[in-house]
C-alpha cells in the first residue's frame, strides 16, 4: 500500500482511528460536504446507518442472527453498514471535540463500580 | 492506574480499539451477559444508543446544536452516549468477527471512487 | 369523560384520530412548542420513541418479547411509547398535510401487487 | 365509498385504523408472514421504518424540511414512509392486544397534567 515518493507516514497510519478520522474530514472537504455535517445531522446520520445495521437483522432469529457471515453478500453488507456507522460517528466526534477512545474508557470505569461483580 | 508488578502492557495498552474491545468482553464474561449479546440484540442496543444521541439534538436548531459542549452537564451526556455507540459496536463487531477499521478503510476507497471529486 | 353542558361533540369524538391530531396541536400551540415542530425535528422525535420501544425488547429472546404485557409496569411502558410513536406520527402528518389512513391504504393497495399471494 | 352488491361493509370500514389493522392482519396471514411478526421484531422493523422517514430529512436545513412535499418524488417517498411506520406500529400493537388510539389519550391525558399551561 506504501507508494514511494508519496506520503509514506499518512499512507502507512491511516488505519488507525485517527488516521480514519482524517481521511473522513478530507474526504468531506474535497466535496464541500462540511456545511451539511452539523452534529445535529451527523447524529441523525449516524441513527439512519444503525437502522440499516438493524435491517439486515430484523426477521431472523437469534440463531440466524449468528450466521450472517457465512453469505457473501450478507456479509459484504454489514461490514458495509458498520463502516458507515463508524464514520459517522467519527465525524460526530470531530465535530464536537469527543475523543471516543477515552469517552469509552471512562464510561467501562464508571460501569465497573455501577456493576461490580459479585 | 498503572500497578507496579502488575500487567503494565494490558494497562497501558487498553486504550486503543482492540484493548478497548477486550475490556468490553471481559466485562461481559464477568456478568455473565454473553448469553444476550446475540448479533441481532446488539445491534438493536446499538440503534437504541444512536436514539439516545440523537435525543440530545432533536429541538436544537443547527446552531444550538454546533454549541452543545459548552455546557457541562449536557457535554457529558454526550460523551456518555458515544462511548455506549462505540462500546455496542465494538461488541457487534466482536460477535461477527469484523475488523471495524478495515471495514471503515475499505469503505473510503470504495466512496473515493463512487463520488470523485471533479 | 362526558361534562354536562360542556362541549359533548368535542369529548366525544376526541378518541378518534383527527380527534387526537387536534387535540395534539391544541396541546402544543399552548404551550407554544410549535416552533419546535419542524418536519426534520418531528421525524428525529419519532425515530427517538420508536428507539425507546425498542429498548423493551433489546435483551428479550422472541418467546419472552411475546409476553411483555403480563407484567403490569412493562405493560404501561409499552403503551406509554406506543402512544409516543403514534403522538409523534401525527403531528409529523399534521405538518406535511398527510392523511396516515389514506398513505398506509394506497400502500397496502401497493403491496398486494407488489407480494401476491401465490 | 360504497359500491351497490359489491363487499360494502368491507369497502366502507376499511380505511379507519381498525380496519387497516384487519387488512394487515389478512395480508400477512395469506403470506405465511405471522411467524417474523414476534413483538421483538415489530418494534425493531418500526425503528428501521422512522429511520427510512428520517433520512429524507438528514441534510435539509430546517426551512427545506417544510417545503419537502413541493417535490412530488419526494412527497411520494414521505407518504410511503409514513404508511410503513403506521403499518408496523398496527401489527405490533395487534400482537400485544394495545388499542393504540387509547394508549395516546392516556397519553395526553397524563402530559395535560405533567406540563400545565401558566
Known sequence: MSVAGGR????????????????????????????????????????????????????LTPEESARVMDDEATAFRVRDEVADVLAYLLQFCAALGVDPLDALSDKIDRNEKRFPVT
Open 8 to 59: 509514506p507516514d499518512a499512507v502507512t497510519d491511516t488505519n488507525d482511528l485517527a488516521g480514519l478520522q482524517r481521511r473522513l474530514a478530507d474526504f468531506a472537504v474535497a466535496r464541500d460536504w462540511g456545511r451539511f455535517h452539523t452534529p445535529k445531522n451527523l447524529a441523525t446520520a449516524l441513527g439512519v446507518e444503525t437502522a440499516e445495521l438493524a435491517e439486515i437483522f430484523q426477521w
